[in-house]
């Protein structure tokens, strides 16, 4: 079990917030393997104030998909408060705080990773937060903006009255790519009072393992290592309270699993919608797979279902990953 404030989670592997990605069938998926909270896509404080079709669509959940968190990006108090005002009819578990974002269009103005440069506004902007929130809040962040930095943002928005932080082991100019700042994430850990979830590289159980080895993190986040692998989650299940990861799973059970997601799509967002958006998906489905070019071409033009079904049904005839 694991705590973030009042609200105690079933284990602590979770799924960190993805843009673009983390919709409510991706969602339901990777619970389904073991994520135990998930986030729905970063919202702009902006967009939100300004209840853009694309955000309310983002904010659509169920009753399966709790415990679910919230993750807002932003710097204007006014816009801030704002948005939390718009969601306080959803019920979300937590509320977390994004000083991470390495976006161009997002730093210029001053928010997500640029944050990292700024600690005492992030703090501020944090209090904020805590104090009009009505369920725990945390804060999102890198190792730093272009150096190490991260203890001492850490310990500012610890001072905020967050109920846990969540820091990605690269700088602000890293990006995604290079090293994971392992020493980084552990002295934030011995830092801190409140729980430190670790995010970076978290990409097959031997790496969640080496996450939590290393650094001593109370919780790993994960992000890339999900896409077109919800079993990593059991895997890191398994690796933590076994001491090795299952089987990784058949081409059978990956294809079961594909065309499941793939009938999740086109049941939330109709057949021409759920296509194209699982089109990403079918590469990383497929990643590591051998012979699979021309697959990935068709499935890239595929258009209704049942052309992306043939696809995935193709990988029956193209065995030996
Ligand atoms: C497609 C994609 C979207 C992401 N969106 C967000 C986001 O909205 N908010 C956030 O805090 N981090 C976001 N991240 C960062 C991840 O949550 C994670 O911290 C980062 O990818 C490092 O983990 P990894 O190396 O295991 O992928 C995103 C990452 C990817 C690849």
Known sequence: MFKIGKLSLCSNIILSALAGVSDLPFRL??????????FVE???????????????????TNVQDKPLGVQLLGKEEKYILRAMDILKPYTF?????????????????????SLMREPKELKKLLSLVVKYASVPVTVKIRAGWDCDSA?????????????ALCIHGRTREQGYHGRVD??????VKKALRIPVIASGDILSAEL???????TGCDAIAVARGCLGNPWIFQEIESIFTRGKPPERPSVETIISVMSGHLDAYVDFYGERIAIIKFRKFFSWYTKGFRRVRHLRTRASQAKTRGEMRAV??????????
Request: aromatic share 4%.
């Open 29 to 38: 998926l990777n619970r389904t393997f073991g994520a135990s909270l998930a």
């Open 182 to 187: 392992y020493d980084s994430i552990r002295r």
């Open 312 to 321: 995935i049904e193709q990988l029956n005839d193209n065995r030996g990953q």
């Open 151 to 163: 203890r001492d943002v850490a310990l500012q928005a610890e001072d905020a009255g967050i109920d």
């Open 208 to 214: 969640a393992k080496k996450m939590v080895d290393e």
């Open 93 to 113: 578990d937590v509320l977390d705080f994004n000083a991470a974002c390495p976006a161009k269009k997002v730093v210029r103005r001053g928010e997500g990773a």
């Open 42 to 60: 970063m919202l702009n404080v902006r967009s939100l104030s300004y209840k853009s079709k694309k955000t309310k669509g983002m904010l659509i």
